[in-house]
């Protein structure tokens, strides 16, 4: 069985047979809320429903090691999903994504475009569970984010940080074609700060 997404690709679905309703009903979801698709993940829009994801994904303190945004409960957890993330997306067009592996749909972390109005820009993030580490999925999910941002959401210029103890993550930035352009303070900490721009914008 093969299902159109609103982005136009094509999503098999295993065969039917055998397979719960429950089943059906969850691939469905993800075919119709998919925004990016990989070779081996799924990017989608968060939902209401999504903050037992956020709880889980943040309450791991390494996770939140260089983020310094540790969620401190579900419904902290919903409310940074009712007021930040989901707004997000009709405000500006795009905004947060759940990153899921695409052969069983497990949630592994997020990738992200966040408008910046204090420093007018679009800041790349991201961030995985630590079980998912060391496997490349932050480098393929970004690379991607970075394309759809520039062929689909015409983007003129991509701004990506992390912090100077943070090996792990400027290392993805530098992977994905950023250029370093310097360290800065940012929310209070020191950031190497990477930057691309949109080579289809002459």
């Known amino acids: 069985m093969l299902v159109h997404s609103k982005n136009a690709h094509l999503f098999p679905i295993p065969n039917e047979q055998g397979l ?57 957890a919903r409310k940074v999903l009712e007021k930040t993330i989901t707004p997000e997306y009709v405000l500006y067009d795009h905004g947060r994504w759940t990153a899921h592996t695409k052969h069983d749909l497990a949630f592994i972390g997020c990738c992200d475009f966040k408008f910046r109005p204090e420093l007018n820009e679009i800041d790349l993030g991201y961030r995985f569970k630590q079980l998912y580490w060391g496997k490349r999925y932050a480098t393929e999910a970004t690379f991607a984010s970075i394309g759809y941002g520039f062929e689909k959401r015409n983007l003129a210029r991509i701004i990506g940080r992390a912090e100077p103890g943070n090996v792990g993550s400027w290392l993805v930035l530098e992977k994905c074609g950023m250029m370093y352009i310097g360290d800065e303070l940012v929310d209070g900490h020191m950031a190497r700060t990477y930057e691309l721009v949109n080579p289809f914008i002459r």
């Open 20 to 76: 719960s309703k429950t089943t059906i009903q969850t691939i469905l979801f993800f075919v119709m809320n998919v925004v990016i698709e990989t070779n081996r993940l799924l990017l989608r829009t968060f939902t209401i429903d999504d903050a037992g994801l956020i709880y889980d994904l943040n309450n791991d303190p390494e996770v939140t090691r260089y983020t310094h945004d540790p969620i401190m409960g579900f419904e902290e």
